[in-house]
């Protein structure tokens, strides 16, 4: 049996006469690495915020974590990790200050704290710098930081929101071992970018367009069902027909 | 005359003096399409900055259609279309009043220089009334590049305008930057996508503050030196593991649905199959192919 972990039915949003989300249904398991695709204005960020727990349906319904979005919003909110590439960390406190900032933040004791952050920064490599600013390390390591302290709670899922937008190529590799090894552990990973050659990473991939997931299914499966060589030319062929957006 | 030339370029920030921009020396003919290439960080933003004369540098020289970025930064500001990474028309005006404004500063008109961003602006011209703020990302991009052009710039800087945008709209972007390269306006236009790459006619690859080559998309992508393979099997996390073991390995690393390996030479291919074979990988399969830019990125930053 796959433990489901994510599991939306006709979930929607409307705001006004417009439908942001319309009508998504899908299920999410333990340790997958879910890609949620989309061009620009499909609806992508207005989904991820509901399954957060950030912004309540219109209408349609979500257990996530297994807690209800419309009415365990705190729940979900201690049991997911988020990070995005334009919020992470603060670049004016030390390395140190962010663990134990973001790790208060996610309801850990103390005790926790002080045990999790010392075990991090180890793993991590970074006892020279744990009292050094932020803003002073190299892009890779704040990165792998910024998803350390997404997942220092012990998460059953992990929002990736564009982590890797604008990283160099060696560093945006560094960053999907990090997503493997989650995902090993039994982390699910739900993330969201622009770049195709990571849509190849992920276990099963969704695709939104105008506010409906129109493809969901293994890079493989997509290809094979629209009888293309890439994944780029599936987000092409959907994503071609959107009418809204930009 | 090159349109831009740029010598020993240098910019250092803050107390540590950080080198953003480290000696950095390139020229752009005029009609070029020249592109920037490299990561967050490696100073692209602070070379336009210094070139459109919003930033002075510390160390070099550079002139764009022959005026000095320093002396003559009132002949750039009048000549250059600049289009920052950061949004910055005015929220508060609708898309018609932006572009209005930025022509009437320029001293010309929506109406004289038309022909240039007719292909752009009849996409978001029904939304003319609208303010620039309620625009969505991809709308925002066009009437920003409809202001850097409206008053027929002889080279337009365009910092990442590409960045967070998705496949398509990308697609759409360069397909206009091409039209404009064949109205004879120089493009300096700079990118975290090494895929877009291969979309100009010269490049220089950026990283730390340095350019570690500078070349046309197909020079550089013709040097690599090594052999390149594509390699995949039933389990890729598993396979990029095993692949970083395997003594022969010089490069590996995952590129979409295969992992890309080069290998020192007396490993055959034959050899490093049954490599894998014996690291418990299945369905193994592997076959030469060409680098691309992305590949040759990785290469010159393993190297430096």
Redesign the interface.
Known sequence: MKDTVIKTDKLTKRFGDFIAANEISFEVYRGEIFGFL????AGKTTAMRMLCGLSAPSSGKAIIAGFDVYKQTEMIKRNIGYMSQKFSLYDDLTVLENIHFFGGIYGLTDKQLEMKSKALIERLGLQQEAKKLVA?LP?GWKQKLSFSVAVLHDPKIVFLD?PT???????R?QF??LI?DAA?RGVTVFVTT?Y??EA??CHRISIMVDGRIEALDT??GLKQAFQVQ???EV??TL??G?KR?? | MDAVVVQDLIKIYGK?DVRAVDNVSFSVKPGELFGLI?????GKTSIFRMLTTLLLPDGGSATVDGYDIVKDYKYIRNTVGYMPGRFSLYQDLTIEENLTFFATVFGTSIEENYHLIKDIYVQIERFKDRRAGKL????K?KLALCCALIHKPTVLFLD?PT?????????EFWEMLKRLKQEGITIVVST?Y?DEATMCDRIALI?SGKILSIERPEVIVNAYADQLYAVKADH??SL?KALNRFDHTINS?????YAHASFRGPATEHEVVEFLTSQGLANIEMHRIAPTI?DC??KL??NS
């Open positions: 989309g061009a620009n204005g002073s892009l564009e937008g604008g990283v160099d190529p060696v560093t590799r999907w071992d493997y090993d622009h195709m050659d190849e990473y890079p493989k890439s994944m780029d987000f092409y994503a071609r959107a957006g930009d | 540590d490299g990561p967050d960080g490696a969505s990302g991809g709308m991009q990442e960045t967070g945008v998705d496949p398509v709209s990308r697609k975290p090494m990283q890729m996390y990029l690393y995952a590129y979409g649905e992305e990125f990785i930053l393993k």
